[in-house]
């Protein structure tokens, strides 16, 4: 079987929505809706129909369109079971659950932290993760609703996918992550060679994405709790992966 095409755009200032679409049966998922106008503006330069979204947390910048797009494509919405109101949701799933979309399986992964009940969609034979707000390029997403040690297991069990796992992520936030990574991990050859290609693709107006969880974890300080640099510059070198992930993320909260 043919891999799905995916086509990924920036929306509303720094949102990515995505597209997976299959030729043979012509199904068509955009992973989150953040705005509806931009998501059938990409459908109309593909020529696509939109059958489903899959959302993966109900922050307004990941649902918005959800009714707009029912209402003109009559696709169905799958979504958190335990994340709150996804406008539209037909069909509940949470970690563990598998369902099919174009003959493929896709396996849901609870992900709480940014919120209580955020999930991620990994489709095994794409080799394709959407990870919605959890992880970003060479970050991750602020723990507004869940606690940092729920955010850390989320996250570990991300960077135990194969690294050759393709990784789109809900924000294009590359530039500032890069700069507060190696504020953290200054000596990351493979972090300032990567902030060096980020900020020239961001200076052209380009997107950065897609990324790969090896790549993440060459580059991510998030997922890098076991370095001896970061455990040195934040003065935790007995410290529990966990508490040196909660530290790295405290720090970010309050870098300028
Ligand atoms: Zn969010």
Redesign the pocket.
């Known amino acids: 079987m043919a891999h799905l095409d995916l086509h990924h755009f920036i929306c509303r200032e720094d949102n990515y929505g995505v597209l997976a679409h299959d030729h043979r049966s012509g199904a068509t998922a955009s992973i989150d809706a953040p705005d509806a106008l931009a998501v059938e503006r990409a459908l109309k330069t593909k020529g696509w129909q939109l059958t489903h979204i899959l959302t993966t947390?109900h922050?307004g910048?990941?649902v918005e369109g959800n009714l707009a797009l029912k209402e003109a494509f009559g696709c169905t919405i799958i979504g958190p079971r335990n994340d709150g109101e996804i406008p539209g949701m037909d069909k509940a799933v949470a970690g563990g659950d598998t369902f099919t979309f174009a003959g493929r399986e896709v396996r849901v992964m609870d992900t709480p932290g940014?919120?209580k009940g955020h999930i991620v969609y990994y489709l095994p034979s794409e080799h394709v993760l959407f990870a919605?707000?959890t992880l970003f390029e060479m970050g991750c997403?602020r723990v507004?609703e869940g606690t940092l040690e729920q955010m850390w297991q989320s996250l570990d069990q991300l960077r135990k996918l194969p690294t050759h796992t393709i990784v789109h992520v809900?924000h294009e936030y590359s530039e500032a992550n890069a700069r507060f990574g190696l504020s953290i991990e200054p000596g990351n050859r493979a972090l300032q060679q990567r902030a060096g290609i980020v900020a020239a693709q961001r200076t052209k107006g380009e997107m950065t994405l897609p990324t790969t969880i090896g790549e993440e974890l060459k580059t991510n300080v998030f997922l890098r709790p076991e370095s001896p640099e970061i455990r040195k510059k934040l003065g935790l070198e007995n410290a529990s992966d966990a508490e040196v992930f909660a530290e790295t993320r405290r720090r970010k909260d309050s870098f300028k």
Do not use: A, K, N
Request: aromatic content about 0%.
């Open positions: 947390h922050h910048d990941h940014h919120t919605g707000d997403g507004i809900g």
